[in-house]
């Protein structure tokens, strides 16, 4: 390898930058959430939150009552800066093959598997067991067969 080749590919590696999903149960309302978020985007990380997962988590603190909308609308307004809202415009063909890779998983939560498939997070920060229960042979397959290095889903856990 040549003095040129190895400076660019150390320049590549240094531009790849560790993504993370947050589905809609991992957007609790509380300082624990901001300050994980804030901690990952200083690390360098990038923060991708789905229009899917804004309107669960939304739409949950609604039902609970004003209070929890305007707690909700305050936690959005702390970690706006750190986040990228991305689209879940999802090929039907990805959500069928997870779809078959994973078995039984609800529909929302398949959406998020495939959010964070089709941008490449390497890691999906859930609090929903039909996510953080899929086996490490099958969260593994997926990585492998979507060429994400190392991909993960990691379960939530907020202190009550």
């Known amino acids: 390898m040549t003095e040129q080749t190895n400076a660019k590919t150390k ?8 993504k993370r999903y947050y589905d809609a149960c991992a957007l609790r309302i509380g300082r624990e959430t901001t300050d994980e978020i804030r901690g990952f985007f200083q690390k360098g990380g990038i923060i991708l939150v789905s229009q899917l997962a804004l309107g669960e988590a939304f739409g ?10 305007e707690a909700f609308a305050d936690l959005m307004s ?42 490449k997070c390497r890691d999906l ?11 490490k042979h099958k ?10 290095l190392n991909f993960t889903i990691t379960e939530v856990k907020w202190k009550e």
Request: proline letters at 1%; aromatic letters at 6%.
């Open 78 to 119: 702390k970690i706006e800066k750190f986040i990228t809202i991305v689209d879940n415009n999802i090929p039907l063909s990805l959500l069928s093959d997870l779809s078959a890779i994973c078995g039984r998983i609800h529909t929302t939560d398949l959406v998020h598997l495939a959010s964070a498939v089709k941008y």
């Open 139 to 148: 969260v593994q397959f997926i990585g492998k067969k979507y060429e994400i």
């Open 11 to 18: 320049k590549e590696i240094k531009e790849v930058k560790l």
């Open 60 to 69: 949950k603190c609604l039902n609970k009552g004003k209070d929890k909308a």
């Open 125 to 135: 920060r859930t609090a929903d067991k039909d996510l953080y229960n899929l086996t």
